[in-house]
């Protein structure tokens, strides 16, 4: 079955009752942990809280966890990707502590998305530092690596394509395409599209698959309420709540 | 009186003179305008004013790139002596560098805008700063590319008919602000309802 979710720069209290109301009900809220423009979900243990509460109100109940940096970073060496990842990740099991029913998934596979904006150019050395970090990250050194290194990006896009660099610097597990949207302003959660994401295919032998795919971007669609609208099926590879907090 | 309680009063006369200029006879573009009683001007004058476009100090702060969405958030300072509000969507026209313009949508719908209700009446003492969110989108259009990003953004305060003109560089994006979707703004409200903002301006 196909699974729907909502990205949001907002926060998920803010937005989730008229979303839920207007384009219909998540399997899945995606937020953005640090660093990140914005207010991000790790901004304190009471926002986290607050959204995670949200979250669960909103029935979701599960949690997709990306991070943008600056983008100008992206181009960079392989420290500045480390030293990004580093902040992601304290970000990550800052919430996870905050928050006290989100747990990490059942299956031990955690996505987690680095946001590569559609004109960004992303270096090797950058992705290196980046998922390098993010894929050997041992959880609070009990021994167990959760973490899964994924790119939110225009697949084929970019300077010698995106694919194309993140095969050539391995590391990458899965594809978040934000290609094509405009086709699709008029689907929702309430009626997802068929399947129609721009994959890796056409310009990388190799790559990662494309299973995450933003098809409805609220500037793009004029959407009235603050959220993008995504399609895959991504609740087996994100956190979840036990319970309200 | 304490300077608070004339503070309240004159948002309350403001408040009054809204309520009156809305229910007064509606007038089309050639008639001429009906003139004020003399109560009305009085009401009028010391409820304070529209702030205009030459006592505010208007600038880009806060800039964000978050997938696909790319924006930032207009500051408004009152720097003229007098407290002043402000009421509104500002008006916000994109300028490309061969001089094509898009007027931006009015929406509530962007970046971290707060869950307000109404259209509220920013009051602005002497320093103090109003916000409104503006956002585009650097998705390309299924069918081809994005047209050139716009240089520059035309700012006019609600209420104003002169503008300012920002350049409109996204520092977070490292680029000018993309045109692939046009633009959206959204209402001002004051800096209590954005606190964010408070903490890292300027960016």
């Not at chain 1, 926002?47 to 983008?71: F, G, M, V, Y």
């Not at chain 2, 994109?94 to 970046?111: D, F, I, M, P, Y």
Request: with cysteine.
């Amino acid at each position: 079955v196909a699974e729907g979710g909502y990205d949001t720069a907002n926060l998920i209290q803010n937005v989730y009752s008229k979303a839920d109301s207007k384009y219909g009900t998540p399997a899945y809220w995606v937020r953005y942990f640090s660093p990140a423009p914005n207010t991000p979900i790790n901004s304190s243990s009471s926002n986290a809280n607050t959204e995670c509460r949200a979250d669960w109100d909103s029935l979701a109940k599960h949690l997709i966890p990306i991070t943008s940096p600056l983008q100008s970073r992206l181009s960079g060496i392989s420290a500045e990707g480390l030293a990004d990842a580093q902040a992601f990740v304290s970000a990550l099991v800052n919430v996870w502590l905050w928050v006290i029913p989100l747990r990490l998934p059942v299956n031990g596979f955690l996505r987690c998305w680095l946001d590569q904006e559609a004109s960004t150019s992303m270096s090797t050395a950058y992705w290196s530092g980046w998922s390098g970090y993010i894929n050997t990250y041992n959880w609070e050194g009990q021994g167990f690596y959760p973490l899964f290194a994924c790119l939110y990006c225009n697949p084929c896009g970019g300077a010698g394509h995106n694919c194309t660099t993140v095969q050539s610097a391995h590391g990458c597990y899965a594809i978040w395409s934000n290609e094509p949207e405009s086709p699709y302003c008029g689907y929702s959660l309430k009626n997802l599209p068929a399947w129609h994401a721009n994959s890796c295919s056409s310009c990388a032998s190799n790559a990662p698959s494309t299973d995450f795919w933003q098809f409805a971007e609220q500037v793009v669609c004029n959407l009235t309420v603050n959220v993008d609208m995504d399609e895959g099926t991504l609740t087996p590879y994100s956190f979840y709540l036990s319970a309200r907090p | 009186m304490p300077s608070c309680l004339t503070h309240q009063l004159v948002k309350v006369l403001a408040l009054i003179a809204l309520i009156l200029a809305a229910c007064g006879p509606a007038t089309s573009g050639n008639s001429p305008s009906v003139p004020a009683s003399p109560n009305e001007t009085a009401i009028q004058s010391s409820a304070g004013q529209t702030c205009s476009t030459s006592r505010l100090r208007i600038s880009i702060v806060n800039s964000s790139a978050a997938a696909g969405t790319v924006g930032a958030w207009l500051r408004f300072v009152n720097v003229g002596a007098a407290p002043c509000y402000l009421l509104g969507w500002p008006t916000v026209v994109g300028v490309t560098g061969s001089g094509a313009t898009t007027s931006a949508r009015e929406t509530n719908a962007e970046l971290a805008f707060p869950l307000i209700t109404g259209v509220p009446s920013v009051w602005l003492d002497q320093g103090e700063a109003a916000f409104a969110a503006f956002a585009g989108s650097d998705t390309p259009p299924a069918t081809g590319g994005c047209p050139p990003a716009y240089q520059t953004l035309r700012v006019t305060p609600p209420g104003n008919k002169e503008s300012v003109s920002l350049p409109a560089w996204i520092p977070y994006f490292n680029n000018e602000l993309p045109a692939c979707a046009g633009i959206d703004v959204t209402m001002l409200v004051p800096a209590s309802a954005v606190p964010e903002l408070n903490q890292s301006p300027g960016s």
